[in-house]
């Protein structure tokens, strides 16, 4: 799978959006862009995923580029719930293949 | 909506003795993937299950063992415990088959503490 590239830790001021950046430039054409976040000691969410479209849900927004090597999460509106480390994944889909979680990037929600 | 669900959430046990943990996926799904998180560390997968049979390995030790049951539920076994199991132990589950970009869902993890 390729390998994911995170800030470490990133701030943002509640209501305003949070982007959180990941660059995935060694992606394959079959391998999906999936993003996730983790509350404290709890188990990881499921955000968001895409493979080279823009995707939106109720959560967030995830922008690829067009050469798919780099992607952006959208979080419209940040509230201090938000505060949580994000992982930013990419994986051929396949048959209990697993996940490889990364450093990820620890978003804090100021007030 | 049903998630995934873990039992049991806390269990303390001292070095050498063994735990079971279970894992109960979302109704109708048929992979099950199971992860350890140390203090301070991300998820490290450990193994993953797919229509009861195991489908990738990671880095569990050969003192644990798993599998997955006809009805999808799975158990993770863990015998002569060390200090350094110690952790939180995740669950996932997702469709595999024809559903190609199925996300996993995890439940909210087992804390397992060996004294």
């Known amino acids: 799978d390729a390998k994911t590239t995170q800030p470490p830790s990133m701030d943002c001021a509640e209501g305003r959006a949070a982007n959180l950046p990941c660059n995935h430039s060694?992606?394959?054409?079959?391998?999906?862009v999936y993003w996730y976040r983790q509350i404290h000691s709890q188990g990881p969410q499921y955000i968001i995923h895409?493979?080279?479209n823009n995707e939106t849900n109720e959560m967030a927004s995830l922008i690829i580029t067009e050469d798919r090597k780099s992607s952006t999460l959208i979080l419209p509106h940040a509230t201090l719930r938000d505060t949580a480390v994000y992982y930013c994944?990419?994986?051929?889909?396949?048959?209990?293949?697993?996940?490889?979680f990364g450093p990820g990037t620890r978003l804090s929600v100021l007030p | 909506a049903a998630g995934v669900i873990q039992s049991p959430r806390h269990l303390i046990k001292e070095k050498r003795e063994t735990a079971t943990l279970k894992c109960y996926p979302i109704p109708r799904h048929d992979t099950v993937y199971w992860y350890q998180q140390g203090p301070g560390q991300d998820p490290q997968f450990l193994i993953s299950f797919y229509e009861k049979m195991q489908s990738d390995k990671g880095s569990i030790p050969d003192r644990f063992s798993a599998q997955q049951f006809s009805d999808y539920h799975s158990e993770l076994n863990m015998s002569s415990l060390e200090l350094g199991d110690s952790a939180l132990y995740f669950c996932?589950?997702?469709?595999?088959?024809?559903?190609?970009?199925?996300?996993?869902?995890f439940g909210n993890g087992t804390r397992l503490t060996v004294t």
């Open positions: 060694t992606i394959s054409g079959n391998e999906y």
């Open positions: 996932a589950s997702s469709l595999g088959g024809v559903i190609y970009n199925s996300p996993l869902h």
């Open positions: 895409g493979l080279k």
């Open positions: 994944i990419v994986r051929v889909e396949n048959y209990g293949q697993n996940f490889v």
